[in-house]
């Protein structure tokens, strides 16, 4: 870095001039929208969603008994809250029902 002081001076403005490009690049990507593109790689979300689909398609085609028992395994774990959920209704209704002395309750209704 030995020269005039024009040349250091010319070095430092360019410099500079980087420095203020590199932030402005990274105040860019810094907005919501600039992350959003540097998570999915593109800026139409749509776009993205549709090549998900597509990448999953694929995969499970590709995986088709391992995916079925996924498929399955989230199936049952469905059916057994929705089981849950009614047997605990269920039991609130008999219990309203006993607290409450209705000859109903007693017949498990």
Known sequence: MTGSPEEMEHE??????RLDRTLDTLQ??????GLAEDLIGT?????????????LLQTIRENGVPAALIGAG???????AVRQEAERRRLRV????????????GRGA
């Open 12 to 17: 430092v403005e360019a410099t500079r001039a």
């Open 28 to 33: 860019a990507r810094l907005t919501l929208s």
């Open 43 to 55: 800026q139409a979300p749509a776009q993205a969603a549709g090549v998900t689909a597509r990448r």
């Open 74 to 80: 989230l199936g049952y774990l469905l059916y057994d």
């Open 94 to 105: 008999v219990r309203a029902g006993s607290a409450s002395g209705t000859p109903e309750a």
